[in-house]
């Protein structure tokens, strides 16, 4: 009976992850998938158009690509880091992807990320909110590595859900915000 028990706990919790973790994959490659096409470097995007002065500046282009490029390494490694699996068997390649997110991100994301929010449309309250996402994504993403560092693996876990957290949000806002 207490077999029969733990097989249905371990059913309705794989039936959990399964309704958890498909949208966000969904959405995670569907951010990749819409992301991809701003890489033909034309200013036809919607997005682009509503920001053609900035699209002018060398130094807001070359970060806007910057951005979605280091956005799109962030997704992919960052879905490999929650595979319990791959912590469990390959931990290899869970460290490996590690260190590519920390280093996307610290040094390429949410630095590109917290320049442009500064040109972010809309009013300051708006641009108050880019810079927080940016300095957040960044300050979890840190604590995250340094727990991890430290061995301290139930707070790193914690902290990198923190940051995962934050990244989706661009993901949640580029799903709703679609071309035209």
């Known amino acids: 009976m207490n077999s029969r028990i733990a097989a249905a706990i371990r059913s309705w919790k794989g039936l959990l992850e399964l309704l958890f973790w498909a949208p966000v994959i969904t959405f995670s490659l569907l951010l990749v998938k819409n992301t991809l096409p701003y890489f033909d470097f034309s200013p036809h995007f919607i997005f682009i158009r509503e920001r053609i002065l900035l699209y002018s500046d060398?130094?807001?282009?070359?970060?806007?690509?910057?951005?979605?490029?280091?956005?799109?390494?962030?997704?992919?490694?960052?879905?490999?880091?929650?595979?319990?699996?791959?912590?469990?068997?390959?931990?290899?390649?869970?460290?490996?992807?590690?260190?590519?997110?920390?280093?996307?991100?610290?040094?390429?994301?949410?630095?590109?990320?917290?320049?442009?929010?500064?040109?972010?449309?809309?009013?300051m309250a708006e641009r108050g909110l880019f810079i927080f996402m940016a300095v957040a994504w960044f300050v979890t993403t840190y604590k995250g590595f340094t727990m991890a560092v430290a061995r301290k693996f139930i707070a790193h876990r914690s902290w990198m859900i923190r940051s995962y957290a934050i990244a989706l949000t661009a993901v949640t806002f580029r799903v709703y915000y679609t071309e035209t």
């Not at 130094?59 to 390494?73: E, L, M, N, R, V």
């Not at 960052?78 to 590519?100: D, G, N």
């Open 58 to 123: 060398p130094i807001w282009k070359t970060s806007f690509y910057i951005h979605i490029g280091a956005g799109i390494f962030c997704i992919l490694t960052a879905i490999i880091q929650f595979s319990s699996y791959i912590l469990r068997k390959r931990s290899q390649i869970h460290v490996l992807s590690s260190k590519i997110y920390v280093f996307v991100v610290l040094l390429i994301g949410a630095p590109s990320g917290l320049y442009m929010s500064f040109f972010a449309k809309g009013e």
